[in-house]
């Protein structure tokens, strides 16, 4: 459905929407509109893919152990960890450190003088560290620790090891669901702004059709090819897209350059970085999508509406 006379097709298509601007504009606002939430949604989705990716890495273990622990035992049972599959690393934490920790972690909640009113003991227990290679294998291998008779022998409480070991279980499956129902969400929104914007662009063309119902009679009491008559009508489509895209692209942009610092500032605890070729793969994304919504737009509407 190539047109027969492209420079044709787009001045018919440009005269077209200058004659029509209000009914083309809705189509044009629909495609910004769209395309511009589809956009915002992906990059809030790889923000908090990263955000979540960063949060999966700090997914830890901690096995803690009786004062009383053999340190051969312990070096034994640490060795042995570290063997397992999905184990990243298991790093051994001294009663000082887990206490500087403390006070490191609790800095603005009175961590000195709680520490001080110990009166120089320290109750927290020594542990051991693991770190994950896919940390939704967690709770898996935290059941494996609590299972393992040698850790029974060295643990804080040798009664009940479920006790003695600690992954926030809730805290990790709650990650887990609110990342799966993010990326569900994502395909959905996108999946329906599209079929918006295909369905505006549809009735657009359909439009067109009917206001140049004269017109595309004359043309073929003179002979004019399929491909001369569908040239103008696949070309508005094209444009519509075109314009509605690059807005969005536009207005996308500018809106990232500016908040995303904001939110770094203000959230510092939290990265809001994007790369460049992230952000330069979602505008082609957003482009081809604009594009391809024209074409398949005006296609279908022809098809329906303008018998040739």
Request: aromatic share 10%; with cysteine.
């Amino acid at each position: 459905m190539v047109p027969s006379n492209f420079g044709y097709s787009v001045r018919e298509a440009t005269h077209h929407i200058h004659r029509n601007w209000s009914t083309c504009l809705g189509a044009i606002v629909t495609i910004f509109l769209s395309l511009f939430v589809i956009g915002v949604f992906v990059l809030g989705s790889v923000l908090i893919g990263n955000m979540v990716g960063d949060v999966e890495d700090r997914v830890t273990i901690q096995a803690f152990l009786s004062d009383s622990a053999d340190q051969a035992a312990v070096d034994a049972f640490q060795s042995k960890v570290s063997s397992w599959d999905n184990v990243q690393s298991v790093t051994y934490k001294s009663k000082d450190e887990a206490l500087q920790e403390y006070r490191e972690t609790m800095s603005n909640r009175n961590a000195e003088d709680a520490v001080a009113a110990l009166d120089g003991e320290n109750p927290v227990p020594a542990s051991l560290v693991i770190k994950m290679t896919e940390p939704e294998q967690v709770e898996s291998v935290a059941s494996r620790i609590i299972d393992d008779p040698d850790f029974a022998s060295i643990a804080d409480d040798p009664g009940n090891t479920s006790a003695s070991v600690q992954y926030g279980r809730e805290t990790v499956e709650r990650l887990f669901s609110v990342t799966a129902w993010v990326r569900v969400a994502a395909v959905v929104l996108v999946l329906l702004l599209t079929f918006v914007a295909f369905v505006f662009i549809n009735n657009t063309i359909r439009l067109a059709i009917s206001a140049r119902r004269r017109e595309i009679a004359i043309e073929r009491l003179v002979g004019a090819s399929n491909g001369f008559i569908r040239g103008p009508f696949i070309a508005e489509g094209a444009l519509e897209a075109i314009i509605g895209s690059v807005l969005a692209i536009i207005v996308l942009h500018l809106g990232a350059s500016y908040l995303l610092p904001q939110l770094s500032n203000s959230l510092q605890f939290l990265s809001f970085e994007l790369s460049p070729s992230v952000m330069f793969q979602t505008y082609g994304i957003l482009f081809v999508i604009g594009v391809v919504i024209g074409l398949f737009g005006s296609a279908i509407a022809m098809r329906r509406y303008l018998k040739v």
